[in-house]
């Protein structure tokens, strides 16, 4: 049985003021893909293996305060963002290196094709190793880090965004830029 209010703590924190330790994006008025959530949720905690759609209506439903909603195949928290700048999308200058978690399969595919969005909009990175391992546990118990040349790729004219001081994000990294981190 899942913890309504452990569940709601954590899905306010993920909506609300870190979405990209949970690898989420979300659109100019805060909704993600409850696809996308419940994915990052059942990765989250080993219980939650089997959320579904009507354990998070559940949470909202018997919360004494509406926190969030859910609208056809999306969710976002209503109130109480912390999330900066994620309303705009200007190019930036990304640092030197940035780095990517991600499994071991993932991997094989990234080196071969670069790094793309796939079905989000844009290719999470992370400024350290640190959360790029993060991260990509939530991928594999043994994830794959992938160092990027981000500066080399900027001046070949990919586009990077500042997502927030620990995180850029990317259209497209061509595979030339990226190496498998030791």
């Known amino acids: 049985m899942v913890k309504l209010d452990e569940l709601s703590k954590v899905l306010s924190h993920a909506l609300r003021h870190e979405p990209w330790l949970y690898e989420l994006e979300l659109d100019d008025e805060g909704w ?5 959530v419940l994915g990052a949720l ?6 939650w293996g089997d959320l579904s ?24 928290a209503l109130y109480g963002h912390s999330v900066p700048g994620r309303l705009r999308r200007e190019r930036g200058t990304p640092p030197v290196v940035l780095f990517h978690g991600t499994s ?7 080196m071969h094709d670069g790094l793309r969005p796939m079905s989000r909009q844009y290719v999470h990175l992370s400024v350290d190793v640190v959360m790029a391992r993060e991260v990509g546990r939530r991928k594999s118990k043994a994830p794959v880090l992938i160092e990027i040349d981000a500066r080399g790729a900027h001046e070949a004219g ?16 061509p595979v030339r830029f990226l190496r498998i981190a030791s």
């Open 53 to 76: 759609r009507a354990d998070v209506e559940r949470m909202i439903e018997s919360s004494s305060k509406r926190r969030h909603e859910i609208v056809g195949d999306r969710i976002r």
């Open 104 to 110: 071991p399969e993932a991997a094989k595919t990234i």
């Open 158 to 173: 990919a586009a990077f965004f500042e997502g927030n001081e620990k995180v850029w994000l990317a259209d497209l990294v």
């Open 32 to 36: 993600a893909s409850l696809d996308a």
């Open 42 to 47: 059942r990765e989250e905690r080993a219980e």
